[in-house]
């Protein structure tokens, strides 16, 4: 079983630039497919961006050409770098692990605590 969490939120202007962390312990990163959702109140957490096993990407259509997801195994992390921050990318932002390739689906079996962004206008 994997532990996660997350780290490198903050608040930033718009067109600013923030990467978030996912740290992994119990288990090694190369074993998952790995993810980042994020969640604002009152709505449903939404896929952000997807890494299968093989190095596969998948981005949420908004923040395709902004955001990187890049996993380091000999590190045991996951990273999300955010490029041109808008406000509408405000939400908590939760790392998330499994062994099926499901994408940006929120079928994950392992999910970390969240880290706050915030990005104003």
């Known amino acids: 079983q994997v532990q996660l969490v997350e780290s490198g939120g903050g608040s930033v202007q718009a067109g600013g630039s923030l990467k978030l962390s996912c740290a992994a312990s119990?288990?090694?990163?190369?074993?998952?497919?790995m993810g980042w959702f994020r969640q604002t109140p009152g709505k449903e957490r939404e896929g952000v961006a997807a890494?299968?096993?093989?190095?596969?990407?998948t981005y949420r259509y908004s923040v395709e050409g902004r955001f990187t997801i890049s996993k380091d195994n000999a590190k045991n992390a996951l990273y999300l770098q955010m490029n041109s921050l808008k406000p509408e990318d405000t939400a908590m932002y939760y790392c998330?692990?499994?062994?099926?390739?499901?994408?940006?689906?929120?079928?994950?079996?392992?999910w970390g605590q969240g880290a706050q962004v915030a990005v104003s206008s």
């Open positions: 998330a692990a499994g062994l099926l390739p499901i994408g940006l689906g929120r079928g994950y079996a392992y």
């Open positions: 119990g288990d090694t990163t190369s074993r998952y497919c």
């Open positions: 890494l299968d096993r093989d190095g596969s990407a």
